[in-house]
């Protein structure tokens, strides 16, 4: 689920792609990836904390939000790493810290493959090497749920993967108004499931040992969609690349949300780590 955005930004358009930009100009550019819903919204609750010293740049994935709804299709990964490429491009960035949940990361693992001298460090939270067969049955299930029953019973069973069931109980009055807002101009089903079929099929175990940035790897060990094992495979497979791999014990597949002061700290040292590298 995705933040009600309650500051505007800097907006862009690029290439099709509904940008912001928040922080001040001359700051170290922070691109930031959703997952799955797409939205750059789902960042803002982070602003605060990012934007005093980073440009943020928050974006709606292609198909998604305001940005364009016709997507490639075939769709894959590879689209998912060139818009990011397009929104560098469309900013004169030269190279950027590229933060993604999820899908977001996967497509920031892709860029790093495809344009490495445009990556400064790769964030990516609870993500994957290889589809898990688990993840891979819980898409199944998300897709027969649009599928059968429309966009609004998605977005209401969408909660139960991403956090812990205490949290979604202490939270289930906020969850309906995101609903609510999201329901009437949530994406396609034929781009949700293209986007889908994009993610079932995302290994990139065969170039991972090519990556050479500074990786973090954010994992909460109870994540309900995607198994906390596969983020230990990938940094395994990240045999080249100084990896760190920041886990909670709880937190759910969303657990920059649910544990958002832990994850802004851990994120704002791995940052600072990685600027010290490379003007070392």
Known sequence: MSAKPEIEGERRRIAGLSVRLFGPEDGPPLLMSS???????????????????????????????ESDRAIPQPYGLGYMADDLLRILDGLSICAAHVVG?????????????????????????????????????????????METQGARAYLT?????????????????????????????FQSQDVLFARMDALTGADLRAGLANV????????????????????????????RAPVTLAVSERGGHAVNITRAAWFEETLDAFLATAATKQTS
């Not at 803002?44 to 934007?51: E, G, Q, T, V, Y």
């Not at 069973?157 to 101009?185: K, N």
Request: charged share 20%; aromatic share 6%; with cysteine.
């Open 157 to 185: 069973a969408q909660p139960l993967f991403l956090f812990p069931a205490d949290w979604i109980s202490a939270h289930l009055d906020a969850l309906d108004r995101q609903t609510d807002a999201h329901a009437a101009d």
């Open 212 to 239: 050479r940035a500074p990786v973090l790897l954010v994992v909460a060990e109870d994540d309900m969609l995607v198994p906390a094992g596969r983020s230990r495979a990938l940094r395994d497979a990240l045999a």
């Open 35 to 65: 997952g799955l819903g797409g939205a750059g919204g789902y960042w803002m609750p982070h602003l605060p904390a990012l934007a005093a010293r980073h440009r943020v740049i928050l974006y709606d994935q292609r198909g998604t939000g």
């Open 101 to 145: 949940h999820a899908a977001g990361g996967m497509a920031a693992l892709q860029l790093a493959l495809a344009a490495p001298a445009r990556v400064k460090s790769i964030t990516v939270v609870n993500g994957w090497d290889a589809p898990d067969p688990h993840f891979v049955r819980c898409m199944a299930i998300r897709r027969a749920i």
